[in-house]
Each structure stands twice: as C-alpha cells, then as structure tokens.
C-alpha cells in the first residue's frame, strides 16, 4: 500500500499543478485507500470494490455524495491504470446522479422590487442602503457569483475605461476574468463609490463593499438581509421559510439574456461560448443547463425549432 500512497499523492500533486483545489478530493481519495488497507484488498483494484466504497457515503456528504465519490475515485484509478495495467475502473453513471433543485428565477419586477425596499428597511443607515441596493443590483445585471462580488478591491472596478468593466480574479475554479458591465451599472457603482467615500472608516480597507467602521462586506450581512427583503415583499420558497438564495439572481441573469437572444433572433449556438466565459463557468455543460431552466425558455425554443422543421419539410 505504500506505493498506493504514493501514486495517489503524485495524482493529487499533478491536479494541483492544473488548478484544481479541492479540499474533499484530497479526503476522499486518502479514505479510499485506508479502506482498500482495511478491507484487505490487494492489487489490481477491482471495480466492485471502488463501488461499494463509494455507495458508502454518509450522510455528511449530501445528496450528491455516492455519486460524487464515484466520480472522484474514476479518475484517481484511470490515473492508476497508466502504472497498473489490470486496475479496473468502474463505469460512469453506476451511482445514480442526484436531480439538481430547481433554481428560483427572480422576475424583472421581483428584483425592482426588492431594490426598492432597501430605502424602507435602512433609510437612517444611507451606506448600508446603498451597499443593499448595490450589491443586488450588480448580481442581477451582472451574473457575478456573491463571492466575487464581495472580494471587489477598489483597483478591480474600471467605472471609467469604455466599455466599463470589472477584474474577478483568482475565482471558482482558480480562473480570472474581465467583466464588462452595462453603462447604467457603472453609474450605480459610482453612486455607491460616492457614498462611500463620505463614510470615515472607508480608508480602513480596499474592499469595493463595505459595512461597519470601513469593513469588508461579510456574506451573511447581505444574507440575512436579503431575508427581511424577502419576507416583506413575499418571495419565499415553497419547501421553506427562508427565500431564495443570491446565487437565483445569478441563474436570472443568465435566462434573461439567453431570452433576450432568442427574441432578436441572434444565433444563440455560437453566443453561448461568450456567455459561459462570460459567467465564468469552467466548461459549456453548466452553461447549456440554463437552456431548460424556464418554461418560457422552452417555449421560444421550441418555437424556433418548430420554424425550422416547417421550413425544413417545404425544402
């Protein structure tokens, strides 16, 4: 088992170098191979046993768990194959993958909505409005994931170059990005700059967003009160009291713009590389995801497709 180790650790070493990060696979794998240690299990691995560790996922690790480990311990022992010619992998989708929640889609008039009751909620506090404001309207018109918005430094917001734009760096996935943002955007953002500037705390850090005494903007402050915001104008999820995550505003962005396509007729096939670079996704699967998020989107899609077949059967 030492040279199991071993090879794991140079498959581990060799996912690092390509920009992979991720704290679970590193877990996973080491317990794959204490239980192979425990199981008695010599070499060649067989499939049967890198199944039956992965359908022993705990509760811990949610409902994507089997079928994650799965995943995980495929590529580890393809990587094993290459030194050991008789290790077996165990074939793709023998673990049921989990269906994906069905995402909320804030509506147009949901998110001007929520904006405005931020001047409701926070109207004695005017940079804490306005950090509100701003945040939910730049996730909305923007697509940013909270994370990269909220780690913003004042160097990565260009308000002033043509077309104005924003540096995420070092993101999900280890990639970076430029973001170009619509001009009425940039006019917000400078707004908020404005504000901030008047605070007497805002030197204190370089972070875009701020809250109390100059401090970075935490996720769970936009959190909760994106909650109040919710409770009060009645958005809330079915299955729970709490509404939907910020992560939906996102997921609107990209159904709307994927709508707005479609309607002007815009050749969406050779736009949709654009608009996953553009989301920063690491490849075009989470990208064609949104195609089927709407019952509207369908709709425009299978019209077109219905506009094509017709004038296919007149040639």
Same mark, same amino acid.
């Given at each position: 088992?030492?040279?199991l180790?071993?090879?794991?650790?140079?498959y581990?070493?060799?996912r690092?170098?390509?920009?992979?990060?991720?704290?679970?696979?590193k877990?996973?794998?080491?317990?794959?191979?204490?239980?192979?240690?425990?199981?008695?299990?010599?070499?060649?691995?067989?499939?049967?046993?890198?199944?039956?560790?992965?359908?022993?996922?705990?509760?811990?690790?949610?409902r994507?768990?089997?079928?994650?480990?799965?995943?995980?311990?495929?590529?580890?022992l $393809?990587h #094993?194959?290459?030194?050991e &010619?008789? /290790?077996?992998?165990? *074939?793709?989708?023998?673990? +049921? =993958?989990p269906?994906r929640?069905?995402?909320?889609?804030?509506?147009?008039?949901?998110?001007?909505?929520?904006?405005?009751?931020?001047?409701?909620?926070?109207?004695?506090?005017?940079?804490?409005?306005?950090?509100?404001?701003?945040?939910?309207?730049?996730?909305?018109?923007s697509?940013?994931?909270?994370?990269?918005?909220?780690?913003?430094?004042?160097?990565?917001?260009?308000l002033?170059?043509?077309?104005?734009?924003?540096?995420?760096?070092?993101?999900?996935?280890h990639? $970076?990005? #430029?973001?170009?943002?619509? &001009?009425? /955007?940039?006019?917000? *953002?400078r707004?908020y700059? +404005? =504000?901030?500037?008047r605070?007497?705390?805002?030197?204190?850090?370089?972070?875009?967003?701020?809250?109390?005494?100059?401090?970075?903007?935490?996720?769970?402050?936009?959190?909760?009160?994106?909650?109040?915001i919710?409770?009060?104008?009645?958005?809330?999820?079915?299955?729970?009291?709490?509404?939907?995550?910020?992560?939906?505003?996102?997921?609107?962005?990209?159904?709307?713009?994927?709508?707005?396509w479609y309607?002007?007729?815009?050749?969406?096939?050779?736009?949709?590389?654009?608009?996953?670079?553009?989301?920063?996704?690491?490849?075009?699967?989470?990208?064609?995801?949104?195609?089927?998020?709407?019952?509207?989107?369908?709709?425009?899609?299978?019209?077109?497709?219905?506009?094509?077949?017709?004038s296919?059967?007149?040639?």
């Amino acid at each position: 088992m030492h040279t199991l180790n071993s090879r794991l650790e140079a498959y581990l070493d060799l996912r690092r170098s390509l920009g992979y990060e991720a704290p679970f696979e590193k877990h996973a794998l080491r317990d794959f191979v204490d239980y192979l240690v425990a199981q008695g299990h010599p070499c060649p691995i067989r499939a049967e046993v890198a199944l039956d560790w992965a359908r022993q996922a705990s509760a811990r690790c949610y409902r994507t768990g089997a079928a994650k480990r799965l995943r995980l311990v495929r590529g580890f022992l $393809s990587h #094993l194959k290459a030194f050991e &010619p008789e /290790t077996e992998i165990p *074939l793709p989708g023998l673990v +049921a =993958e989990p269906r994906r929640p069905k995402a909320h889609l804030y509506s147009p008039e949901q998110i001007t909505h929520m904006m405005a009751v931020t001047r409701l909620f926070w109207e004695a506090d005017p940079l804490r409005q306005k950090t509100i404001y701003t945040v939910i309207g730049l996730l909305a018109s923007s697509g940013l994931r909270i994370r990269e918005a909220l780690q913003l430094t004042l160097d990565q917001v260009h308000l002033d170059d043509v077309p104005p734009y924003l540096e995420i760096r070092n993101t999900k996935f280890h990639k $970076s990005r #430029l973001v170009p943002i619509h &001009p009425t /955007t940039a006019e917000k *953002l400078r707004e908020y700059q +404005a =504000e901030r500037q008047r605070d007497r705390y805002a030197w204190r850090f370089n972070t875009f967003f701020i809250s109390y005494h100059g401090r970075p903007l935490h996720y769970l402050m936009i959190r909760k009160a994106l909650h109040q915001i919710q409770s009060h104008v009645g958005i809330a999820k079915t299955f729970k009291q709490q509404g939907p995550a910020l992560h939906a505003l996102r997921h609107a962005f990209a159904v709307e713009r994927l709508l707005a396509w479609y309607r002007a007729g815009v050749d969406v096939r050779t736009q949709m590389p654009h608009l996953s670079v553009y989301l920063g996704h690491l490849g075009m699967v989470e990208t064609y995801r949104y195609l089927s998020a709407t019952p509207e989107l369908l709709t425009v899609i299978g019209e077109i497709f219905g506009r094509y077949a017709q004038s296919g059967d007149r040639t």
